[in-house]
């Protein structure tokens, strides 16, 4: 009997694989690294790999399952990163080689999974294809996109008017091949060719070596950019069409990108990219890999990146609503429409995720105000799938206002003296702050490379860690209630009561509900949860509290009657 019995067990771990290998990122939570900013262990003022690998351990802290890298390697750092100029190597800058796999291993040990920033759409302009491309070798010569150009009144001119997401022209002339290349960002970074398929094969293959690494998948960047349309007949492309409402000729919102942005082959590549992934699944087994893909793209694109019935596509892909469309003053009607969005659009058995934060993007608490830090931690937290942080938004720092002399970000370099603040993304990208000691505890140099917060000595890791309701705690707190089923796998309904209080009930047959709710403004406010949700006890107990609230952990409510202070946000739970 006995034996019959172990029998069938090792029959269905055999059939049934654990929910550990097969969805392990369906509830999990992802934390964004730029490795430049999170922790120097060199003194040369700039974040390093083995700065990372020492501080993995605050990352099990939080609770993070796994943490994806910015850009780690070989790069003339024109875009800090975004130019590789070795995909198959790490800059020096960070580490080496070895520095990397200490980190895989120390990750493993820990149990903290490591995905690497790719990035399809443009090389270094200093990479070996480039160089190769330029000089018209037989292999490489379309590697990338070249055109000789027109010539208009005997004057040469760009194939197209296409502008650059870094501003000017997407074409520069090349002297040594004469023509121009095409660069959907800076000249530095030159667009990768898609419609040579030697090209698709060199990126899969990069895939597979950081794969077979022991890197667990990949964010990848910029996708909507890889193709631009097919040239026509004679070899050239039209001209995009003008937006009217912006007048600078320079400035990327001039045109619309109907031709160089979102063309339908990008899906297809998404989902070749992830056949490369269960590729590697077959090949090396063990836990699922993820891709997450970052694309500013409209939702029924978005929806397709995740596949269809006969693909299997990115199981993450970015969700930038809130991120893109939240502002001060947006009412709960608002925020309640941005997770519709998402929660009623995606495709049947695929995985919500949220993203509130990136190191292209205004920090949360300058965005909407630091007073609404802990709310959007618990939107973050207690919706249902997958939550992705950037870091240092669990403590809640803020943008660092940096002057124009000491602004480094291409994009904003690349403008002048009045847009550079509406552009630069230098303010948060400033050093990770762990300590109220000298530069925050991220060095122990004498500079960084970006100012680090005036701030620091009151935000800062240590000293939230011995505050009951600071950011970091509230944080933990949430991400602890992540364990509860109700919260992996139960349902959610989102509503806004009024045009302040936004809430939304997680439920589960056979357990306990949780009634997250936000005061998104400044009046007192009593709501009656009973008229927007069913089934709920009629007291509620409270499970956790920010710093606004009255109430304590523990405390009980009437659900029909739930006062909230200004800006109080809570999670409540049926008793
Ligand atoms: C990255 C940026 C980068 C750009 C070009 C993006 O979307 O997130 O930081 O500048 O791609 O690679
Ligand atoms: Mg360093």
Redesign the pocket.
């Known amino acids: 009997m006995l034996t019959k019995s172990l029998t069938l067990c090792c029959l269905l771990a055999l059939v049934l694989p654990t929910l550990a290998e097969v969805g392990w990122w369906r509830t999990a939570q992802f934390y964004q690294i730029y490795p430049r900013s999170f922790k120097d262990s060199d003194g040369d003022g700039v974040g390093d790999l083995n700065g990372i690998t020492q501080q993995l351990a605050y990352l099990k802290e939080i609770g993070t399952t796994a943490t994806w890298l910015s850009p780690i390697f070989t790069s003339p750092m024109a875009?800090f990163g975004?130019d590789v100029a070795d995909f198959y190597d790490i800059d020096p800058l960070f580490g080496n080689m070895e520095d990397f796999e200490k980190l895989l291993e120390r990750a493993k040990q820990l149990d903290i999974k490591i995905i690497l920033d790719f990035?399809p759409?443009?090389s270094s302009d200093e990479c070996d294809w480039f160089i190769r491309s330029a000089a018209g070798e037989e292999e490489y010569k379309d590697f990338y996109v070249w055109h000789t150009g027109k010539v208009v009144n005997g004057i040469r001119q760009p194939p197209t008017n296409w502008i650059s997401v870094f501003r000017g022209s997407q074409w520069t002339w090349h002297e040594g091949r004469q023509a121009y290349y095409l660069h959907q960002?800076l000249a530095k970074?030159p667009d990768l060719n898609y419609r040579n398929p030697k090209v698709v094969e060199a990126m899969k293959d990069v895939l597979r070596f950081w794969l077979r690494k022991g890197v667990y998948g990949f964010r990848i960047?910029?996708v909507p950019h890889v193709f631009e349309v097919a040239p026509d007949s004679n070899g050239d492309w039209p001209d995009e069409p003008r937006n009217e409402y912006v007048s600078d000729p320079e400035d990327y919102s001039y045109l619309d990108h109907i031709y160089t942005t979102n063309q339908p082959e990008t899906i297809d590549l998404v989902y070749q990219f992830r056949q490369v992934i269960e590729e590697i699944d077959q090949e090396l087994g063990g836990d699922d890999r993820v891709l997450l893909t970052?694309a500013y793209a409209p939702l029924d694109v978005l929806m397709q990146y995740y596949g269809n019935s006969t693909h299997n596509g990115s199981q993450i892909p970015f969700n930038f609503e809130l991120l893109s469309n939240i502002n001060f003053n947006s009412d709960a009607y608002h925020y309640s429409e941005l997770l519709h969005n998402w929660l009623d659009n995606m495709p049947a058995d695929k995985v919500a995720n949220w993203v509130l934060g990136?190191?292209?993007q205004s920090r949360i608490g300058t965005r909407l105000g630091a007073d609404r830090i802990d709310a959007t931690n618990m939107l973050l937290l207690t919706l249902p799938g997958i939550s992705v942080n950037y870091q240092g938004e669990e403590i809640g720092m803020e943008d660092v206002w940096i002057s124009w002399e000491d602004t480094v970000d291409p994009?904003a370099c690349q403008s002048n003296q009045q847009e550079f603040e509406r552009l630069t993304r230098d303010p948060v990208r400033t050093p990770f702050q762990w300590s109220d000691e000298e530069f925050a505890g991220f060095t122990n140099g004498s500079s960084t490379w970006l100012p680090v917060s005036d701030k620091y000595k009151l935000v800062n890791v240590k000293r939230e860690r011995g505050i009951a309701l600071s950011h970091l705690n509230i944080y933990k707190q949430l991400r602890a209630l992540r364990d509860e089923p109700t919260l992996k796998q139960g349902d959610v309904t989102v509503n806004a009561i009024g045009p302040n209080v936004l809430a939304f009930k997680r439920s589960l047959a056979g357990h306990k509900s949780y009634i997250t709710v936000i005061n998104i403004n400044d009046d007192v406010e009593s709501v009656n949860l009973d008229s927007v949700f069913t089934e709920l006890s009629s007291q509620l107990s409270y499970v956790v509290v920010n710093d606004k609230s009255a109430r304590r952990k523990n405390d009980v409510t009437y659900a029909n009657s739930v006062l909230l202070m200004p800006k109080e946000a809570i999670v409540l739970s049926t008793i």
Request: glycine share 0%; hydrophobic share 20%; aromatic share 14%.
């Open positions: 875009d975004y990035v759409n443009h960002f970074q960047d910029a970052e990136n190191h292209d994009q």
